[in-house]
């Protein structure tokens, strides 16, 4: 009997051990279940000097309940000084105070951001905010905007050791629970390409052909050039024009020069053309760069015809005031061949857009009325400024109306 009561106490105490590391691994299960990931991807790269490198930083659930209600969270974003970060003004949030958030900082250490918000008035507050969902597929939390300033690479990581983001527990979708944090872990960018540092690009008119003339200071997994032209200011309907693809010098820190004679434009014909170049990388991506104009006016050299005791410099400017749809060309004399670049600032001194940079005595250009990335910088009062071997020569004040 006594032996019989042993093996009952020893049978109930298997079952509650059996009950015990069930418990244990549901508990077990929900500790470690519930992590979530950061990564960051390129919503934007210009790949030129002074273009736009537009980072996503997204966030997923990888393990566990899901949607979870975002209660905060804290990244911190590594770069390299081939780009500059425009600062948190210019940063888009998917979420606002409407829902509940509070802080969007965005504060910039030199070699990465700081990335983080809080959800204290998710549910409560003013604005009782519904808050913000995370769920098991990406989703964007924040767009960090960078100029670029070097057309090499640059390298995107997120700090494994101080990354942090937690949820309230919503299993009803109530953001005024309790809170708890993510197991966090990411996926970097790393190494991303901005290939080709284009220095000079110009279209002349020289002994009844049209030429084409480039020099890049840097290239990066730079497989060719392809050429492009139109009788419009419209890369759009432009035709490639070279039967094959231009090669190009794959990965050097070196200046290299390119040359391209048009033999297909009919040079007997007075007229106006644009260039454009296209560069490909081994990736695939590909990066426009122009246009560049080109005046055909056969059995002429190139030029206007340069009014009597005329001064060098700027000496006419056609339309002034304009409208973009017209544009506005700017003639410039020179007593002897030199270095001429011509650039269009606002009243601030910011470098708009470059219009000329090429070796002349005379010549013109026109601005359409956009920047560097072909966009309206706005009405107002500009400068045309030109500069003659490196050194300001001349301004002229211009008027961009509606």
Same mark, same amino acid.
Request: hydrophobic letters at 25%; aromatic letters at 14%; glycine letters at 10%.
């Given at each position: 009997m006594k032996h019989n009561k042993i093996y009952m106490i020893s049978k109930k105490t298997i079952i509650l051990l059996g009950i015990f590391f069930f418990v244990c691994l549901l508990l077990c299960g929900h500790t470690f279940a519930d992590s979530a990931k950061f990564r960051t991807i390129i919503s934007e790269n210009d790949m030129t000097t002074d273009g736009n490198f537009w980072l996503n930083l997204q966030i997923k659930i990888t393990d566990g309940e899901s949607p979870r209600t975002l209660n905060s969270f804290t990244a911190h974003i590594y770069?390299?000084?081939?780009?500059?970060?425009?600062?948190?003004?210019?940063?888009?949030?998917?979420?606002t105070p409407?829902?509940?958030?509070?802080?969007?900082?965005a504060n910039d250490f030199g070699d990465h951001i700081e990335v983080w918000v809080t959800g204290?008035?998710?549910?409560?507050?003013?604005?009782?905010?519904?808050? &913000?969902?995370?769920?098991?597929? &990406?989703?964007?939390?924040?767009?960090?905007?960078?100029?670029?300033?070097?057309?090499?690479?640059?390298?995107?990581?997120?700090?494994?050791?101080?990354?942090h983001a937690a949820y309230f527990d919503n299993y009803q979708n109530d953001p005024e629970s309790t809170v708890t944090d993510w197991v966090m872990s990411n996926e970097d960018s790393g190494d991303v390409t901005l290939p080709v540092q284009l220095s000079t690009f110009t279209a002349q008119f020289l002994n009844e052909?049209?030429?084409?003339?480039?020099?890049?200071?840097?290239?990066?997994?730079?497989?060719?050039?392809?050429?492009?032209?139109?009788?419009?200011?419209?890369?759009?309907?432009?035709?490639?024009?070279?039967?094959?693809?231009?090669?190009?010098?794959?990965?050097?820190?070196?200046?290299?020069?390119?040359?391209?004679?048009?033999?297909?434009?009919?040079?007997?014909?007075?007229?106006?053309?644009?260039?454009?170049?296209?560069?490909?990388?081994?990736?695939?991506?590909?990066?426009?760069?122009?246009?560049?104009?080109?005046?055909?006016?056969?059995?002429?050299?190139?030029?206007?015809?340069?009014?009597?005791d005329v001064e060098p410099g700027i000496y006419r400017v056609e339309n002034n005031p304009f409208r973009a749809s017209t544009g506005s060309r700017i003639h410039f004399y020179l007593d002897k061949s030199s270095k001429v670049e011509l650039g269009v600032y606002n009243i601030k001194g910011q470098l708009i857009n470059k219009l000329y940079n090429k070796p002349a005595k005379t010549g013109d250009c026109v601005w359409h009325g956009t920047d560097s990335h072909g966009s309206n910088p706005g009405t107002g009062v500009y400068l045309y400024v030109m500069k003659v071997d490196g050194k300001i020569f001349d301004t002229q004040k211009v008027i961009l109306v509606r």
């Open positions: 770069y390299t000084s081939t780009i500059s970060y425009n600062g948190e003004n210019e940063c888009v949030w998917s979420f409407d829902d509940g958030y509070g802080g969007f900082e204290n008035d998710v549910g409560t507050g003013q604005y009782d905010g519904s808050g &913000w969902d995370v769920t098991a597929e &990406w989703q964007t939390m924040v767009t960090v905007k960078f100029t670029i300033n070097t057309t090499t690479s640059t390298n995107i990581t997120i700090d494994d050791d101080s990354d052909e049209a030429r084409l003339y480039w020099v890049t200071q840097t290239e990066q997994d730079n497989v060719g050039w392809n050429v492009y032209r139109n009788a419009e200011y419209d890369m759009a309907t432009a035709s490639r024009i070279n039967e094959e693809l231009i090669p190009g010098h794959g990965t050097t820190t070196e200046p290299q020069s390119y040359n391209y004679t048009d033999h297909s434009l009919e040079t007997e014909i007075a007229g106006t053309y644009y260039y454009w170049i296209e560069n490909l990388d081994l990736g695939g991506a590909s990066a426009i760069y122009g246009p560049e104009e080109l005046v055909v006016e056969p059995g002429n050299e190139p030029g206007p015809n340069i009014p009597e």
